[in-house]
């Protein structure tokens, strides 16, 4: 008999001390939904703008896919059509005034040199993305290999 009330007392913490646990994580893990709880639906945020000032931005290392620094809605990339090659493609770039297409981007898995974009990079948006005018929704402490170095001759070390 004392050994089942002993039991009971144990199942009884065991459970208060699981509530505890996972509300506190519930209370941490509200991710980007924010604290609208999971049966309810929240109010969308506004779709933001997408930054179309036609300025080239810096990469933040060298083999970086450069942000796109114009609006891209609406440009088709399918089967039969890409928008961003009748821009960007080595024929149109005279016309267009658009940088074009690296060479890397002509190039198949052997290294060859193809006359048109390789099937490995025909879907542009997989690597390249238009930026969105709004704060951003995480917090990022990266720094490039400049700020790195100035950092290191400054005497501050690489942390
Ligand atoms: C109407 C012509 C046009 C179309 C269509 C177009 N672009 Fe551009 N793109 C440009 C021009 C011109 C620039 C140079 C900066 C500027 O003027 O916006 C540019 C810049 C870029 C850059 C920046 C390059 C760098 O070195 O920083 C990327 C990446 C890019 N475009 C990708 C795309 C992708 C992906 C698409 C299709 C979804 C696309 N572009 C469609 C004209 C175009
Ligand atoms: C697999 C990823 C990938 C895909 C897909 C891709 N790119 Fe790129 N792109 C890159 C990378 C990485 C760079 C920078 C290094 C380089 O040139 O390879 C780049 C560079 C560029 C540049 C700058 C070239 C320069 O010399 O400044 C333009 C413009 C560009 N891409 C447009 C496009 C367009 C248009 C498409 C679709 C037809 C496309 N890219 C598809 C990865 C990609």
Redesign the pocket.
Known sequence: MREDNRRFAFAVALAAALVTVSTALAAELTGLRGTVPIDQEAAPPPIANEV??????A?NYPEQ??????Q?RD?P?TLNA???????SRQ?TAQ????MISVTHFMDRDGQILASVTARRYF??Q????QADAPPLGENTFRDIDAIIGAERAGEGTQ
Do not use: E, G, M, W
């Open positions: 179309n000032d036609d300025k080239r931005q990469r896919p450069p942000v796109i620094p114009h891209i440009y990339i890409n928008k961003c090659l009748s821009c960007h149109f267009s005034q658009a940088p542009c948006t690597c390249h993305v238009s």
